[in-house]
């Protein structure tokens, strides 16, 4: 066991680093009014993945679930951006990925790279995995603002566009997305 023990200690430093993203907050907020942590977020984000395995058996779904967890890693130094900030994708894609950098530091270089590479796979949405993370991320933050006690200057009807088109490369994802924008409308309608 001692030849492992300093892997063991740096797989222990990540996990602490890691900790960052539990105090990390989004601009959403949960039922109760307090807003939602990024790891709160890729949690429900892994859970939508996994009940929705079933739908796409041609998947490879030990990628999807770990894109799921790493998705918002970029997030843990600078927090969460809404989405209705905008940003420079490109300058944003490299200081998250610096960030992603820092918080693997203290990991073995082969699950430093690995995480990395999944990192970019999921930006970069070209793989029928990322499309379905990329897709489902936009449509659980939908969810979360749909029954959070928001704000009362909250913009329901952003929600409508946001990340529509990352839906549309599948017809399962397009019928989940369809449902969550008729509740959305209903909170454009009618907000709490």
């Known amino acids: 066991m001692?030849?492992?023990t300093q892997t063991y200690h740096q797989l222990i430093t990540f996990m602490?680093?890691?900790?960052?993203?539990?105090?990390?907050?989004r601009t959403a907020w949960t039922k109760e009014g307090r807003q939602e942590s990024v790891a709160e977020h890729s949690w429900r984000l892994a859970m939508l993945a996994f009940v929705l395995e079933d739908h796409f058996p041609d998947l490879d779904f030990h990628k999807v679930m770990q894109m799921c967890l790493i998705h918002d890693l970029g997030e843990a130094y600078e927090g969460d951006i809404s989405?209705?900030?905008k940003v420079n994708l490109e300058g944003q894609l490299e200081k998250e990925e610096?960030?992603?950098r820092k918080l693997s530091e203290s990991l073995p270089d082969r699950t430093r790279n690995k995480l990395l590479d999944l990192w970019w796979e999921y930006n970069k949405v070209e793989t029928k995995e990322a499309k379905l993370?990329?897709?489902i991320d936009k449509i659980e933050t939908i969810i979360t603002h749909n029954q959070g006690a928001n704000p009362a200057d909250f913009d329901y009807g952003f929600n409508l566009e946001y990340g529509r088109s990352y839906a549309q490369f599948d017809p399962i994802i397009r019928a989940i997305r369809e449902i969550?924008?008729?509740e959305t409308q209903e909170k454009v309608k009618k907000p709490d």
């Open 2 to 4: 001692g030849e492992h």
């Open 16 to 25: 602490k680093e890691l900790g960052r993203l539990k105090d990390t907050t």
């Open 83 to 85: 989405a209705t900030i």
């Open 98 to 100: 610096a960030d992603v």
């Open 133 to 135: 993370v990329k897709a």
């Open 180 to 182: 969550v924008d008729g």
